[in-house]
């Protein structure tokens, strides 16, 4: 592999922090993988940063589904070098009056997510000695209010991230956790929607 362009996967890549991660680790010479459940945005966004990327079409709750992009990316690129779990989701509601379903869907996408992620490219980082980055959030720690599923699914990002690092040291593979905040995403402009996101966001 020595001499190779390094490969990198980023899930959630079709807009936001994701996409702005693919086109940066482009521009900064990685060859990249544009994985989730956008895949006429995530295909244009490929076509935009040229040969050196690929999408898949994948919830990342799938196991079966992210295996494949996993895979598939091996089979094209020759390697995984690092991965950027950043596929998330949010609901703006309070915990009285959540849909269990919501709640549910928030932890499965952000936490189990990153479960998968972490199962599916670990052998390849293992080779590679590569690294991953779980995306977080400020509202691990700030726990705001009407934003309790995805609070709880960013703290428990972090933690599992913070095990994964501590199990595999060993193996050279490093593991990172970023805590973003109000950037300006689609996630955020849609919260903002709500009056009481919005409120929360300004106090």
């Known amino acids: 592999m020595?001499?190779?362009r390094k490969v990198a996967i980023i899930t959630g890549a079709a807009r936001g922090i994701g996409a702005g991660v693919a086109q940066g680790l482009a521009k900064a010479?990685?060859?990249?993988s544009l994985v989730g459940l956008e895949g006429d945005l995530l295909r244009q966004k490929a076509r935009e940063i040229g040969d050196g990327a690929i999408?898949?079409?994948v919830d990342v709750t799938d196991?079966?589904?992210?295996?494949?992009?996993v895979e598939g990316t091996?089979?094209?690129f020759g390697r995984i070098d690092a991965v950027v779990s950043n596929a998330g989701i949010s609901n703006f509601d309070l915990l009285r009056t959540?849909?269990?379903e919501h709640f549910r869907r928030v932890m499965a996408v952000n936490v189990e997510g990153t479960f998968n992620a972490i199962q599916a490219t670990l052998p390849h980082l293992i080779e590679s000695r590569g690294y991953f980055l779980g995306v977080a959030s400020i509202a691990a720690a700030m726990a705001p209010p009407g934003m309790a599923a995805y609070g709880a699914s960013k703290g428990a990002t972090e933690n599992l991230c913070n095990t994964?690092?501590?199990e595999v040291s060993h193996l050279g593979i490093d593991v990172g956790v970023a805590y973003f905040g109000w950037l300006d995403t689609d996630l955020v402009r849609t919260g903002n929607?709500?009056?009481g996101f919005s409120f929360v966001r300004e106090h």
């Open 164 to 166: 994964f690092r501590a």
């Open 98 to 100: 959540m849909a269990p």
């Open 2 to 4: 020595a001499g190779a």
């Open 193 to 195: 929607s709500h009056k």
């Open 63 to 69: 196991r079966y589904s992210m295996g494949n992009a």
């Open 74 to 76: 091996r089979e094209r």
């Open 29 to 32: 010479g990685y060859t990249v």
């Open 55 to 57: 999408a898949f079409e």
